[in-house]
T-cell receptor, first 112, second 111 residues
């Protein structure tokens, strides 16, 4: 029972490099989300996808792009990484408005 | 002003103590309410949903006051394993029903 799977778990990038964080869920959820978590800031929404084929900006979208590849997969791309993007990134999915969200194990990204 | 406000703590309590966490939210359109637990360097996991009538799950009791836009979590008979960060979470209709998180309240239960 995998739930939400994120890859990679750890990554170190140099400033200016690009990378894609992958996320897949096997619970047939419609909605998927990307959050970042920084010390003292809590979890902040980067982008979300309310359903397959739609994506929208969250609270902190600058410097990121997303793709909802299909119902299962929702990727997050950093086109030109900056040290300010050093963070822990969590992918989550949810079925219905009043139901809880399930999280992946997180990706710890360091940009040097 | 952040949409969900929590006292960050830390709360240091002895085993067996009762501890309460409070949370306020600013958006009256909030529809669903949760407490999540997050262990160090782990993902958040649902502790319990919060219902308008209040609800209990073992040693944990959650209350919601929509008029005051206030949520609480009570932990009775604290265990060492309760040590974690507790996240107050609200969900509203826009933003694709994304979860809006408080910054969390840190709890340390000591022997």
């Amino acid at each position: 029972n995998a739930g939400v799977t994120q890859t990679p778990k750890f990554q170190v990038l140099k400033t200016g490099q690009s990378m894609t964080l992958q996320c897949a869920q096997d619970m047939n959820h419609n909605s998927m989300y990307w959050y970042r978590q920084d010390p003292g800031m809590g979890l902040r929404l980067i982008y979300y996808s309310a359903s397959e084929g739609t994506t929208d900006k969250g609270e902190v979208p600058n410097g990121y792009n997303v793709s909802r590849l299909n119902k299962r997969e929702f990727s997050l791309r950093l086109e030109s990484a900056a040290p300010s993007q050093t963070s822990v990134y969590f992918c989550a999915s949810s079925e219905a408005p009043v139901r809880e969200a399930f999280f992946g194990q997180g990706t710890r990204l360091t940009v040097v | 002003r952040k949409e969900v406000e929590q006292d960050p703590g830390p709360f240091n309590v002895p085993e067996g103590a009762t501890v309460a966490f409070n949370c306020t939210y600013s958006n009256s359109a909030s529809q669903s309410f949760f407490w999540y637990r997050q262990d160090c360097r782990k993902e958040p996991k649902l502790l319990m949903s919060v219902y308008s009538s209040g609800n209990e799950d073992g040693r944990f009791t959650a209350q919601l006051n929509r008029a005051s836009q206030y949520i609480s979590l009570l932990i009775r008979d604290s265990k060492l394993s309760d040590s974690a960060t507790y996240l107050c979470v609200v969900k509203r209709a826009n933003s694709g029903y994304a979860l809006n998180f408080g910054k969390g309240t840190s709890l340390l239960v000591t022997p």
